[in-house]
Nanobody
Framework: QVQLVESGGGLVQAGGSLRLSCAASGSIFSISDMGWYRQAPGKQRELVANTAGGGATTYADSVKGRFTISRDNAKNMVYLQMSSVKPEDTAVYYC???????????????WGQGTQVTVSS
């Protein structure tokens, strides 16, 4: 079983910064993708940023140049540095990893419980 715990959410003023962290624990053999998603009220969950096992990163157009995703493979952690935040960044942020808990099996997606980010104008 794999567990993900996010932290770092909260209330921040527009233009400010916030750093989200996500720690993965449990029976983990390998992790490929690690990413952040968000869901605002009344909207579908959307990809914010993803980092692949080989290091390639992907960002939503709306956060390019403002958010930075990084990972610590030794600690099974992924981070999201949010800068120059805007009110439209307000959402619940979820981390997701794609992992195998033993060799030779298909990887599965695991989600955290989410952390609220609120940006005031």
């Amino acid at each position: 079983q794999v567990q993900l715990v996010e932290s770092g959410g909260g209330l921040v003023q527009a233009g400010g910064s916030l750093r989200l962290s996500c720690a993965a624990s449990g029976s983990i053999f390998s992790i490929s993708d690690m990413g952040w998603y968000r869901q605002a009220p009344g909207k579908q969950r959307e990809l914010v940023a993803n980092t692949a096992g080989g290091g390639a990163t992907t960002y939503a157009d709306s956060v390019k140049g403002r958010f930075t995703i990084s990972r610590d493979n030794a600690k099974n952690m992924v981070y999201l540095q949010m800068s120059s935040v805007k009110p439209e960044d307000t959402a619940v942020y979820y981390c997701k990893i794609t992992a195998r808990w033993r060799p030779g099996i298909q990887a599965s997606d695991y989600w955290g419980q989410g952390t609220q980010v609120t940006v005031s104008s």
